[in-house]
């Protein structure tokens, strides 16, 4: 597995933005899907965005479409989580996750992901 390590969590008002980074370790980062998760208070965690290895696939959950742009740098080892028009119901601790796909194309939105980071906490106040 990888060793994932998220930054750029932090303080924004409604209707800010917020870019997330989660840089990985390791020789295979290209081999990897990537996903953005959040856990929220009370509630369960959910999936907001993932992205294949080359980039050219993506999903979002329905509750950030049209808000949140996930993209990957494979030569820095790094996946993004461009949050726009954020929410106070975004306030939540994301996590930057990996599945070994083999440079193959998965089912992004029903994934086991192998590997995961420790967390960023966003939050969103009103």
């Known amino acids: 597995q990888v060793q994932l390590v998220e930054s750029g969590g932090g303080l924004v008002q409604a209707g800010g933005s917020l870019r997330l980074s989660c840089r990985a370790s390791?020789?295979?980062?290209?081999?990897?899907?990537m996903g953005w998760f959040r856990q929220a208070p009370g509630k369960e965690r959910e999936l907001v965005a993932a992205i294949s290895w080359s980039g050219s696939t993506t999903y979002f959950a329905d509750s950030v479409k049209g808000r949140f742009t996930i993209s990957r740098d494979n030569a820095k080892n790094t996946v993004y989580l461009q949050m726009s028009s954020l929410k106070p119901e975004d306030t939540a601790v994301y996590y930057c996750?990996?599945?070994?796909?083999?440079?193959?194309?998965?089912?992004?939105?029903?994934?086991?992901?192998?590997?995961w980071g420790q967390g960023t906490q966003v939050t969103v106040s009103s």
């Open positions: 390791g020789r295979t980062f290209i081999s990897h899907a």
């Open positions: 996750a990996a599945h070994y796909s083999g440079l193959r194309y998965v089912n992004l939105a029903a994934l086991d992901f192998d590997s």
